[in-house]
């Protein structure tokens, strides 16, 4: 169990030390500039029941609003992330109990090393896709502005890629 918890924080660390900035520049924009919005106002485009294609956002990063447990969560897709990052004020916002979890794994961020708590997400879903049971980690929001959706998520579709600068993904 533990070496599973630091492969999977070290799939974070990756991201972590790659993108924090980045995120953090999209993720904390003012609402009305984000470029993130709800499923049914995303300009997400629904190809069919099992499709989605999202296209690029500022700087190129795939931003959407994606529906973990029943609540809707602005997040950067990142194939760098080993599993979906979820800082404290979001997870608390998607109603994970915080104060129950364990923070035991260690993650190495551009802002330190950190701990982080493993949880389980029941449901995850963007448009028209949905997936059960999806690893990810919450981090504290010092090391983390939002949420990171990483291959814990993308690893349950039959595929995503970049095609025509956009991102297909198909469950």
């Known amino acids: 169990m533990l070496g599973r918890m630091a492969v999977?924080?070290?799939?974070?660390?990756?991201?972590?030390?790659?993108?924090?900035?980045?995120?953090?520049?999209?993720l904390e924009r003012p609402q009305a500039a984000t470029v993130a919005q709800p499923v049914n106002a995303s300009p997400a485009a629904y190809t069919g029941g099992r499709s989605v294609v999202l296209p690029p956002g500022p700087g190129g990063h795939f931003l959407a609003t994606f529906t973990i447990n029943g609540?809707?969560?602005?997040?950067?897709?990142?194939?760098?992330a080993s599993m979906i990052a979820i800082n404290i004020s979001t997870a608390r916002r998607l109603g994970i109990s915080t104060g129950s979890l364990s923070f035991t794994a260690r993650a190495n961020t551009a802002n330190g090393i950190v701990k982080g708590a493993a949880v389980m997400l029941d449901r995850v879903e963007i448009g028209t896709i949905a997936v059960k049971d999806v690893q990810a980690m919450v981090l504290p929001d010092k090391s983390l502005s939002g949420m990171l959706v990483g291959m814990s998520f993308l690893n349950k579709l039959s595929s995503y890629k970049v095609e025509n600068g956009a991102l297909h993904l198909t469950r």
């Open 8 to 26: 999977f924080a070290g799939g974070i660390v990756a991201a972590a030390l790659v993108l924090p900035g980045l995120a953090t520049s999209y």
């Open 71 to 80: 609540r809707k969560a602005d997040g950067m897709v990142d194939t760098g």
